[in-house]
């Protein structure tokens, strides 16, 4: 059996009941430190040295193999290979040169590359794991030619541990550099950028009149197209850089799945909300469930506006999905996930005065807007029956009831309403909609007490 796979035998006892005590007295023995073992390390490190571009080119390759958002950057693939190669290089030269790490600072251009990944948006998990992934192909080279190099196991055990020790000590410590320089270059890189493009932004919506090519040179974004306008907002935000980056995360996969033809705007608002335009060219339609849905958060809301064209078309789907957030807002429940002007376009504009908002819909349903379970189902019901066209077998097909239960609750509802819906149809359609979307604060509280149970109702 060869030295080295004595002491892998051997590391693989260690840890377990019986042998545990044994292990740790035989490890903690090894002069892990002493001037052998220093000299195999050195020795080791030369050789590994020679190969450096190999070693590189081998980190490299599987980093841009295991972490998708490091691979898809191509412009950034060069710098990515500059950082891996100054790395190796740095942990080398401490190894053969027996550098103390408290005298190390990392690389020059693997600082600017976190920095590159910061202003990109690029999660900080990617690159740490680029760093953990690193750390596992390095420890490989330096293992292999430590085994061509000694011939005794407690030698390569000593050398080992001593190489782990300093390899970890540096990507640890490199680790924390690259974290507070990306953290540092995110928050001034939004802070900066985000000025810039607020002040145009406000310009835009001003109504004045503006220098329209110096506004798209600001904002780096075309104007003369259909845009569409959102409102992006976490449901349990914690006013953060990383909250900020989650939600412009979210906005670019809403622009992905809707095969955007740019970038879109995005302007962050406060720590939980940013604002965003999305570029759709030619195209004057825009579907949002499928690309607001596909990848995001679950915590994460979205309200859009409608497809408009133009400056005067920035401002007004804009606008529009203000609007459409503050119907989402509005309800006394956690808000929808998605929600889109077109679905709320009365209601948004009725919400200017609630009181009147609520008065109208309790005088247009009657007993109908009782807040209950009783009284939710039937208003659904009915809801769908009128946009339906009134008719009994489709609302039974949407809702996947018999078409005897939609009768029963229809009448019902009437009942409630104290007349048939037919005779003012229109009213008691758009009362729905309102009490479907702001839920409580619209409708009349449920009696207390309601006398004896009613069981067994459809």
């Given at each position: ?51 450096a ?35 190796v ?10 550098i ?8 020059t ?38 085994a061509?190099?000694?011939?005794d ?42 000025a ?10 001003s ?19 259909y845009?569409?306008?959102l ?27 809707a ?10 608002r406060d ?14 339609t ?11 958060d ?22 529009q ?32 005065s ?14 109908l807007?009782?807040?209950?379970e ?8 009915l ?14 097909e ?43 604060s ?8 309601r ?8």
């Open positions: 059996m060869t030295p080295l796979r004595q002491v892998l035998e051997f590391g693989g006892r260690v840890g377990t009941a019986a042998d545990g005590q044994y292990s740790h007295a035989w490890v903690s023995h090894l002069d892990t430190g002493g001037p052998a073992v220093a000299e195999l390390v050195a020795d080791v490190a030369a050789t590994v040295g020679r190969q571009a190999a070693v590189s080119d081998a980190v490299y390759q599987v980093i841009l193999r295991e972490i998708a958002q490091l691979n898809d950057d191509k412009p950034l693939r060069a710098l990515l290979a500059a950082s891996v190669e100054a790395n290089n740095t942990c080398l030269q401490i190894m053969q040169h027996r103390d790490l408290a005298a190390v600072q990392a690389p251009v693997a600082v600017e590359y976190a920095r590159r990944l910061a202003q990109r948006g690029t999660p900080l998990t990617a690159l740490l794991r680029a760093y953990r992934l690193g750390h596992a192909r390095f420890s490989d080279w330096l293992i292999a030619e430590l061509r190099q000694a011939d196991a407690e030698m390569i055990t000593a050398a080992t541990l001593g190489m782990s020790k300093m390899v970890a000590g540096y990507i640890d410590q490199t680790s924390e550099e690259m974290v507070v320089a990306y953290t540092q270059a995110r928050e001034t890189w939004l802070r900066n950028g985000s810039a493009r607020a002040a145009r932004v406000r310009d835009l919506l109504d004045e009149r503006i220098d329209v090519s110096a506004a798209e040179a600001t904002l780096g974004y075309r104007l003369r197209q845009h569409v306008g409102v992006c907002w976490a449901g349990d935000a914690t006013g953060t850089a990383d909250e900020i980056t989650r939600l412009e995360r979210a906005i670019g996969q809403v622009a992905a799945h095969a955007c033809g740019g970038d879109p705007v995005f302007l962050p720590g939980s909300s940013a604002w965003a335009w999305l570029p759709l060219g030619i195209r004057d825009f579907d949002a469930a499928p690309a607001s849905t596909a990848d995001a679950a915590d994460i809301h979205f309200a859009f506006g409608n497809a408009a064209r133009g400056p005067a078309g920035f401002c007004l789907t804009h606008r999905a203000i609007a459409a957030q503050a119907v989402a807002l509005a309800a006394a429940a956690a808000p929808p996930r998605l929600v889109t002007f077109g679905e709320v376009a009365p209601i948004a504009m009725m919400l200017g609630p009181g009147l908002l609520r008065a109208w819909v309790l005088g247009t349903l009657a007993g807007a009782t807040d209950d009783h009284h939710a189902r039937l208003r659904a019901t809801l769908v029956f009128l946009q339906s066209g009134g008719s009994y077998k489709a609302t039974a949407r809702l996947v009831l018999h078409k005897n239960t939609v009768q029963y609750r229809i009448r019902k509802a009437e009942e409630s309403l104290g007349r048939p819906a037919a005779e003012n149809r229109h009213d008691v359609e758009l009362a729905l909609q309102a009490s479907h979307w702001l839920g409580a619209v409708l009349d509280a449920a009696p207390v007490n006398g004896v149970c009613r069981r067994g109702r459809p």
